[in-house]
Nanobody, 124 residues
Framework: QVPPVESGGGLVQAGGSLRLSCVAS????????MGWFRQAPGKEREFVAA????????IIGDSVKGRFTVSRDNSKNTLYLQMNSLKPEDTAVYYC?????????????????WGQGTQVTVSS
């Protein structure tokens, strides 16, 4: 299974915006939910956002609600994370996860479908 590839990270000042992309080569890309997670140094990986296979349903983590949005373009096998009003505490490596599932309890990540991550650093 080819892992997805994230891009779009970088250094931004607090209050700024970034858009992350995640490209997957999976033929079945459009059949599954996908999600974003992040991990800051010394902390556990944290759920950020997820989107249903058809794009009609999303879940946004409490810590980013109102600032981040998730979307997907199945014709391009690409997942996006639009991050606005960034804060220093958003600094982390951001990972996408593909071939997941959305259930009543939230997003279930596929343990074999993680990208390498992209670094986001927000300066104060």
């Amino acid at each position: 299974q080819v892992p997805p590839v994230e891009s779009g990270g970088g250094l931004v000042q607090a209050g700024g915006s970034l858009r992350l992309s995640c490209v997957a080569s999976e033929r079945a890309f459009s059949r599954y939910a996908m999600g974003w997670f992040r991990q800051a140094p010394g902390k556990e990986r944290e759920f950020v956002a997820a989107i249903a296979w058809h794009g009609g349903g999303t879940i946004i983590g409490d810590s980013v609600k109102g600032r981040f949005t998730v979307s997907r373009d199945n014709s391009k096998n690409t997942l996006y994370l639009q991050m606005n009003s960034l804060k220093p505490e958003d600094t982390a490596v951001y990972y996408c996860n593909i071939n997941g599932a959305i259930v009543s309890a939230g997003y279930i990540a596929n343990s074999r479908s993680w990208g390498q991550g992209t670094q986001v650093t927000v300066s104060s």
